[in-house]
């Protein structure tokens, strides 16, 4: 049989073939080996100390010149079996009738879409991600005529997002986010609800901003067993999950808040660097970061979903029949949304999208394409791969066209640091805010 291609192959990679040689025999009879009377005496600490200083040096030289990708996580087998590996079934909620006649799924789910969100592979080189990013247009024919100015507050995209009054007092800090809101999208047809878990109207940061904008912001407290009526969570102990970090109860909260309104979900710690419209063709949660963690590539910070979609029909399924979640742990943030994920393509129903990580969550990459640290001077070592504007950071990439490409920076909490004045932060995200602002009236 003929190879066509074979005489190609590199000479090495073309196995031996015949008979392994054998080892040459020693040619003559080995002498007794006797220790030299100088080795006897030989310091053996001395030596473990000077090998300790040339892998030491080694160790160095080699962290300098090379870049080291180490992560290492311990996953129990157990875990991995039960929740990775056994892919449960839905639980009926795309069936034919079952589909809530408020959720439009020949257009939502087989419409034809204007914006593609998905690049096709990860996009871990230089600033390819940014760069796709900056593919997404201003503004698509849906979003355009979409009611003209002024629509209803009820008739107006929904922006969900929620604050857990024992967490820290809204303040300076906390209103960055709402001032990126308001300096980013279109108040004719968007409105923000600000959820808590209790009464923020006194605030005086938060009554300003409902006096401002009646159409288009708005301050509610969550009622967890209202908001679960009608779900598979109806009624479930589950409800009543909390924990000190606010993690899983702000889970339940922005999954139960889409369900029962449709919209957009913002973490309180992002700021909002572009209109979000062009991308509500698509229903979407966000890349966890670009490294795609095969146990947790998926997040819940920045997510649209239509009112009762069933997908998160589904969602409330799988949580109704899974283990609790665990404190503090990212069980309803992240692992929901993957086995959610793979129980669709289980069921053949093209899943919901994933936002490239750069687009809510630039921090978490690697070093030479990861946004700058926001609390950082501009001198600090991780903004020195980015050029922005005449003074501070210098070199490599465009920052502020990547954060003109962006939809937001997830600032991963960090409540207690502020903005250090001229960083990057201030000069090309904050101090923009307030000019758009000013611009609009709104200040
Ligand atoms: C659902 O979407 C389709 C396609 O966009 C549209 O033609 C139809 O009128 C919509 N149905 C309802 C009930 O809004």
Known sequence: MSRPGYERLPMHTV?????????????????????????????????????????????????????PHIEITFYSRKWINSEIESVGQLAGCFDEGRISAEYNASRYLKGPKEVEVHAGMGMRLGMDCYEFAATIPLSTSANMDNGGPHLAPDERTQYHTYWRVDLATFSERQEW??????????????????????????????????HMHPNSFEMRVVNIPDLASGTALDGSPLLKTNDKKAWTDGDLVRLLVIWNYGGVWIDMDSLLTRDLSPLLEHEFVTQWDCYDKIYQPLNGALMHFHKHSPYLCEAFNIMATSAAPRADSTDWGALLYLKLWRRLLGAHIPPFKVLPFCFSDARSCRLDNRLPDPFDEDDGSEARWWRATKDGLQEGGDLDGALRSVFAVHLHNQWDKTFPKGGWVERLLLKRYEEKLAERGDL
Not at 189 to 206: A, E, H, K, V
């Open 177 to 210: 986010m709402l001032k990126s809101f308001f300096a980013t999208q279109d108040h004719a047809t968007s409105r923000l609800i600000m959820w808590s878990n209790g009464d923020l109207s006194t605030n005086s940061i938060l009554a300003s901003y409902a």
């Open 15 to 67: 196995p031996e073939q015949g008979p392994p040689r054998s080892r040459s025999r020693s040619r003559s009879r080995p002498q007794p080996f006797r220790i030299p009377m100088t080795l006897r005496s030989f310091d053996f600490t001395r030596l473990l100390k000077v090998i300790l200083a040339i892998s030491a040096a080694a160790i160095l030289y080699t962290f300098y010149f090379y870049e």
